[in-house]
């Protein structure tokens, strides 16, 4: 199963600069992987590394907009396009996606796609 995102008019022009459009985004759910994909940015892992998901939101405007966004205080991944509702998804073994190299590993990885909760139920199941 693919999971488009749902992008805000807002952050459709701020992606746009770092490379990020609407075909160039999704998550996928098959065969047992997870593979998120937004511009650049790609992570990737076995469905059984998931370890829990939680819908979350709104979130602050200024920490989800543009590229994938680092977070400082858990080195957890966004790949956000609104503001309003995602997937948070905890991995059991960090994962790489922000750069290249692999080594920055991330626990966790939030997703604003369009249907929140088929992509919740997915990784339930």
Same mark, same amino acid.
């Given at each position: 199963?693919? $999971?488009?995102? #749902? $992008?805000?008019?807002?952050?459709?022009?701020?992606?746009?600069?770092?490379?990020?459009?609407?075909?160039?985004?999704?998550?996928?759910?098959?065969?047992?992987?997870?593979?998120?994909?937004?511009?650049?940015?790609?992570?990737?892992?076995?469905?059984?590394?998931?370890?829990?998901?939680?819908?979350?939101?709104?979130?602050?405007?200024?920490?989800?907009?543009?590229?994938?966004?680092?977070?400082?205080?858990?080195?957890?991944?966004? $790949?956000?396009?609104?503001?309003?509702?995602?997937?948070?998804?905890?991995?059991?073994?960090?994962?790489?996606?922000?750069?290249?190299?692999?080594?920055?590993?991330?626990?966790?990885?939030?997703?604003?796609?369009?249907?929140?909760?088929?992509? #919740?139920?997915?990784?339930?199941?």
């Amino acid at each position: 199963m693919t $999971f488009d995102f #749902a $992008f805000d008019p807002v952050y459709r022009a701020m992606a746009l600069a770092f490379g990020v459009t609407e075909g160039r985004t999704g998550v996928d759910v098959e065969d047992g992987r997870l593979v998120a994909r937004y511009g650049f940015w790609r992570l990737e892992t076995d469905l059984d590394n998931v370890a829990g998901i939680e819908v979350s939101g709104p979130y602050r405007l200024l920490t989800t907009i543009g590229p994938a966004h680092l977070s400082l205080v858990d080195r957890g991944l966004t $790949f956000a396009s609104n503001r309003d509702r995602g997937v948070c998804i905890k991995f059991r073994q960090p994962v790489p996606g922000i750069e290249p190299t692999g080594r920055l590993r991330h626990p966790g990885l939030t997703v604003t796609v369009a249907d929140v909760d088929g992509l #919740a139920a997915a990784l339930s199941a």
